[in-house]
């Protein structure tokens, strides 16, 4: 049984800009060595900024190659380059050197040791975007999925070559696409989606494809680039590398300029402002600041920097949310989530996923009727106000406000990082609430949200880990009591909604039975272990108690519980 | 960071209240101060007579009663008018306002909102997104995101008389509490930072039940001994509370917190102090509200308080019991009666 979504329109989107050679993210790798340069230059600047005396730089230097080395020790990854090993071997012994002179005759030699690590560290995050290659995949990714939709679902000889299904009827988009089309013209966009899945990258590139925008750059986890089929496609679409293990101070500001810089040239940009993968299966709550925080400084130095008379390059934040029935890592995130919750130890990032699971994956989310829907929200400023079709912050009563006011201070653009960081806080909270009001609540989000919590009604004594341990005899609920929670609760979710809170899929209406169904069928649909199904006396079950709680939690933080 | 040439712009204050007057004074000691009344006959009064409420003007001070030329002429004000005229001003008052402006408010007491077919005495329980500080009401009503308030032991006449006293200044930008410092710091006026800024907010708002109180015992004739009890104990009822409401433990042993405590617990000077002095004295609510003109926040605060309390969970026995002296028939006598029979045993819990 299939329930159409109504109001995917299938609507081809023409590209905003014609030739690849116009795109940001081109213009960029095309002055690769320039832009590299320019982050280095800046980042040492900075990194001296925060450590003014030599004495502080050398021990930033030896904390660095320290933690560097320890990181070598406990946790290498396939991507890591060869020589790693060497180049830091041999700066530890160019600062054991120093270590008999005085600091300030020591200076030299350390600037020129950290100038070594941060254009090493640069020459790691530098995406590299290449047209010929972004072409190519593009055709592939296409080609295969087409293919994959079209032999998988039409079950005929033949089927594989026709164009029946494309893949937006298996992905839809939904929410402001106009609007976003438009911003892409008028500023710099920088597009913050939720992120539940590993699939979530490319599914966001193929989203931004299809809506006729130029490539994005990506901050992406340099744990994917083990994965060679997504390196592949990250380095094709232009990300750039994010290596979470990577603490140390010239790291992290090497980072941060890069994508502030990028973004202040004009590219595009794209990053998960939830750090991780949701481990809980929770939209996410906190934000990393960091990345953030780039884009007001972006903002800020567009307003500064922008000679008088030209017009000011905006940049416009939009929040997104990916909606699925499954994900694939789901019982293993939610694994990671119980184990560290009540003990907060160090969780390395592990990938059960090579290439070969991938493929599978893909083919069984092909051939099984499970959908995705993308939500593009409003755009806003880097303040968090919503912007209107050209861009312009509006303030809550409609009225136009100009965003370079934020950054005044008695008539004049003044550099205050520490309201900054407050800004950083204040947009971060503002896209926490536009995602739970731009989030799709799918029937299948119902069905599991309203069976873990009436098992957890049912048991009221029991804390989460009890409940989670819960015998197998208690695990079974009545189905017609199971439905009226549904019917409750889903009559409080159209209320939310009415109230621009909340979004649904349309398969959400009409009858509540099927409703159930649909969202029975689709639940964690390809797991060994179903989260939630029905019993042969048509009793709703469970056969994973920890799966069932991770898509439940799709659905906290609405208040939804007191209904059930 | 802002250039020292510019310390000398013009800045407004909202409200030509005895508060009002008093920071417009302090204000003007280097600057031109723009003090908006709602009435024009006060405009007119002040223009002519150069006092307001017993407090003399300073000659810089320029009184308007158009709040276009306040937020147009600066570009930091310091609102203080009382809780519930608060978001009708700021409604006002919002179309004028930038991004660039700072704002620094003097208020100390809460802002309800309700649906149309209730009023605070119909509702039975109020939770944190009805009841609202007063920073939260300039953001949600205006674009003005760097906003602060101003908080401590400021009673008028003392400050007016230029004895030494402190507050602190409280915002989530060192911005404004650095521009709050510059522009009313003096020889006999001290002025603290603190980055707690709904934590400050509570502080100043909930030491009103205390002062009500406070003003109760001394009515009731009883010495130093009550107070002590009195203020200890407020104190530890103001953290719960406090907390509840989304500040932390720290802002309650401050300037704002201990020390705006102590002195409106010991100044007859202190308006809320007053009504609970009436009171005890065993006049009405009724008789006291119609004798003066004057807002005593304490009132309003007991009111949506108890209502909070009692929505959270809170053991708030002090505020409790003032809520039925004020609004119910309790008397000082029995409610006094009461707290001294309720069982409290542990002296601190919270740290």
């Not at chain 2, 809780?83 to 004028?96: C, D, G, N, V, W």
């Not at chain 2, 045993?345 to 919270?350: A, C, P, S």
Request: glycine share 6%; aromatic share 10%; proline share 4%.
């Amino acid at each position: 049984m299939e329930v159409v979504e109504k109001k995917n329109k299938n609507k081809q989107y023409k590209p905003i800009l014609e030739g690849i050679p116009d795109w940001p993210v081109y213009q960029l790798s095309k002055n690769r060595k320039e832009f590299l340069e320019e982050v280095s230059q800046k980042s040492i600047s900075r990194i001296k900024e925060l450590r003014p005396t030599p004495k502080q730089l050398l021990d930033e230097l030896e904390a660095t190659v320290y933690r560097e080395q320890q990181r070598m020790k406990r946790n290498r990854w396939r991507v890591d380059p060869a020589d790693e090993q060497q180049f830091w071997a041999t700066i530890k012994e160019e600062l054991l050197t120093l270590a008999a002179k005085t600091p300030e005759e020591a200076e030299p030699k350390a600037e020129e040791i950290l100038k070594r690590i941060v254009l090493r560290y640069a020459e790691e995050i530098a995406g590299n975007f290449k047209a010929s290659s972004y072409k190519v995949t593009r055709e592939i990714v296409k080609f295969w999925f087409v293919r994959l939709l079209n032999g998988a679902r039409v079950k005929k000889f033949g089927a594989f070559f026709r164009n029946r299904y494309t893949l937006r009827d298996k992905i839809h988009i939904v929410g402001k696409v106009k609007q976003l089309r438009k911003l892409a013209t008028e500023g710099t966009v920088v597009m913050v989606p939720t992120h539940f899945s590993n699939l979530d990258s490319i599914l966001i590139g193929w989203v931004i494809h299809s809506l006729g925008l130029p490539a994005f750059i990506y901050g992406a986890g340099l744990n994917l680039f083990n994965i060679k089929i997504f390196a592949y496609f990250m380095n094709s679409l232009g990300a750039y590398k994010v290596d979470r293990r990577k603490k140390n101070l010239p790291y992290l500001e090497t980072l941060k300029l890069y994508s502030t810089l990028a973004i202040q040239k004009g590219a595009h940009s794209l990053f998960f402002p939830g750090g991780t993968r949701s481990r809980s299966g929770m939209i996410e709550k906190q934000l990393k600041l960091g990345l953030l925080n780039s884009t007001i400084e972006a903002q800020r130095n567009l307003y500064l920097e922008t000679p008088p008379g030209d017009k000011v390059r905006k940049i416009f934040i939009v929040p997104v949310t990916l909606n699925y029935h499954f994900v694939l890592e789901g019982p293993d995130l939610i694994d990671d989530y119980l184990s560290i919750k009540g003990q907060d130890r160090y969780l390395p990032e592990q990938d059960k996923y090579g290439s070969w699971q991938l493929i599978q994956f893909l083919y069984k989310f092909f051939t099984k009727g499970s959908n995705i829907s993308v939500s593009i929200g409003p755009g806003l400023d880097v303040m968090g106000n919503y912007v209107d079709e050209d861009g312009r912050s509006l303030d809550p009563q409609g009225r136009v406000i100009e965003t370079r006011d934020y950054f005044v201070s008695n008539g004049k653009i003044t550099i205050d990082k520490q309201r900054e960081d407050e800004y950083t806080r204040m947009l971060s909270q503002k896209i926490v609430s536009e995602y739970h009001r731009i989030n799709r609540v799918f029937a299948s989000h119902l069905v599991a949200f309203v069976a873990f919590e009436m098992w957890q009604k049912k048991h009221a004594k029991l804390d989460l880990f009890g409940l989670l341990r819960l015998p197998e005899e208690d695990q079974v609920l009545s189905y017609e009591e199971f439905r009226e929670t549904c019917k409750r609760v889903r009559k409080q979710i159209y209320k939310l909604k009415d109230h621009n809170k909340v979004y649904h899929a349309t398969h959400l209406k009409g009858k509540i039975d099927l409703v159930i169904r649909h969202g029975l069928d689709n639940v964690g649909i390809l797991h060994l272990k179903r989260p939630l199904l029905l019993n042969k006396e048509g009793n709703i079950i469970t056969k994973d108690f920890n799966t069932l709680y991770y898509y439940h939690n799709r659905l906290t933080g609405y208040d939804l519980e007191k209904f059930i | 960071m802002t250039s020292k040439s510019s310390s000398n712009d013009p800045v407004g204050v909202i409200g030509a209240g005895s508060f009002g007057s008093v920071v417009a004074n302090l204000l003007a000691h280097q600057r031109k101060v723009f003090l908006y009344a709602r009435d024009p006959k006060v405009v007119d009064s002040i223009q002519q007579k150069r006092e307001n409420r017993g407090h003399k003007l300073h000659e810089n001070i320029i009184a308007v009663n158009d709040l276009s030329v306040v937020a147009g002429e600066c570009n930091t004000l310091f609102p203080i008018v009382p809780s519930q005229h608060f978001r009708s001003m700021m409604k006002q008052l919002s179309p004028h306002l930038h991004p660039y402006h700072i704002l620094i408010h003097g208020t100390k007491g809460f802002d309800i909102t309700l649906p149309p077919d209730q009023t605070i005495e119909s509702v039975t329980k109020l939770n944190r997104s009805q009841v609202k500080t007063i920073s939260e009401v300039i953001m949600e009503e205006s674009v003005a995101v760097r906003v602060g308030c101003l908080a401590g032991p400021n009673l008028s006449r003392e400050l007016a008389a230029g004895q030494p006293a402190a507050t602190v200044i409280a915002s989530h930008f060192n911005e404004v509490i650095n521009l709050g410092k510059r522009m009313l710091r003096n020889d006999h006026f001290q002025v603290y930072g603190n980055n707690d800024l709904v934590g400050v907010e509570l502080a100043g708002v909930l030491k009103n039940i205390i002062a009500i109180a406070a003003g109760a015992l001394s009515g009731m004739g009883f010495g130093e001994n009550a107070k002590g009890l009195l203020i200890s104990r407020g104190m530890v009822e103001m953290v719960y509370l406090g907390r509840a409401l989304g500040g932390n433990t720290k802002a309650f042993l401050g300037v704002a917190g201990v020390g705006d405590l102590v002195t409106t617990c010991n100044s007859p000077l202190s308006r809320n102090f007053n009504v609970g002095f009436r009171l005890a004295k065993g006049e009405t609510l009724k008789d006291i509200l119609a004798s003066t003109d004057e807002i005593a926040e304490g009132i309003n605060t007991v009111h949506i308080a108890k209502k909070c309390a009692d929505y959270y969970k809170v053991r708030a026995p002090i505020t409790n019991t003032l809520y039925q002296v004020l609004f119910e028939d309790l008397t000082m006598t029995q409610a006094l009666r009461y707290l001294m029979r309720y069982p409290l045993n542990t002296d601190i819990d919270f740290l």
